[in-house]
T-cell receptor, first 110, second 113 residues
Framework: SQQGEEDPQALSIQEGENATMNCSYK?????LQWYRQNSGRGLVHLIL?????REKHSGRLRVTLDTSKKSSSLLITASRAADTASYFCATDRSWGKLQFGAGTQVVVTP | NAGVTQTPKFQVLKTGQSMTLQCAQDMNHEYMSWYRQDPGMGLRLIHYSVGAGITDQGEVPNGYNVSRSTTEDFPLRLLSAAPSQTSVYFCASSRQDSNQPQHFGDGTRLSIL
């Protein structure tokens, strides 16, 4: 069963716009992680947010976590064509055994 | 550093054949794991290992075997391939601490006819 559910399933934006995607999960977690996957490649780790953290930033990425609502969001600011990829949230309940959502496909057009 | 290396990148098998997917990491990570990725779904955990000689089942272990004789290598074996095992397989590794990101290989695309 999937622990994380991303919303929306697909997102199409223009360069310079912001992209926001959401993740909901069902049970308590140690941390929540966001990954990016370019077509035909493996997953690349973006940000890890611990269960006792509420917000985290990394460059143009901003992640929030609301454990009371069991939800997280990933914001990509000033998007670029190179941000075109699938984005996955993954919850870590126990020592690295991740449960992934189905992902959000983001297309950024020049 | 090469990171996590998976071989082969592509493979086509016939039903009933066996094969081993190779995974090696050069980061001295204790934790290694195998996931499969199917269309429209997130990755699902097959097996994982917290160190040499220690393995355990994940969410979807049936039809797969693993062993961990060294820290670097974590092969995944399909004993008798079935069409339902057509998928993209990813190996990942990390330090064995809580709150560690996973490092993924580029995957093996496996088709079973």
């Amino acid at each position: 069963s999937q622990q994380g559910e991303e919303d929306p399933q697909a997102l199409s934006i223009q360069e310079g716009e912001n992209a926001t995607m959401n993740c909901s999960y069902k049970t308590s977690i140690n941390n929540l992680q966001w990954y990016r996957q370019n077509s035909g490649r493996g997953l690349v780790h973006l940000i890890l947010i611990r269960s006792n953290e509420r917000e985290k930033h990394s460059g143009r990425l901003r992640v929030t976590l609301d454990t009371s609502k069991k939800s997280s969001s990933l914001l990509i600011t000033a998007s670029r064509a190179a941000d075109t990829a699938s984005y996955f949230c993954a919850t870590d309940r126990s020592w690295g055994k991740l449960q992934f959502g189905a992902g959000t496909q983001v297309v950024v057009t020049p | 550093n090469a990171g996590v290396t998976q071989t082969p990148k592509f493979q086509v098998l016939k039903t009933g054949q066996s094969m081993t997917l190779q995974c090696a990491q050069d980061m001295n990570h204790e934790y290694m794991s195998w996931y499969r990725q199917d269309p429209g779904m997130g990755l699902r955990l097959i097996h994982y290992s917290v160190g040499a000689g220690i393995t355990d089942q994940g969410e979807v272990p049936n039809g797969y075997n693993v062993s961990r004789s060294t820290t670097e290598d974590f092969p995944l074996r399909l004993l008798s391939a079935a069409p339902s095992q057509t998928s993209v397989y990813f190996c990942a590794s990390s330090r064995q601490d809580s709150n560690q990101p996973q490092h993924f290989g580029d995957g093996t695309r496996l088709s079973i006819l």
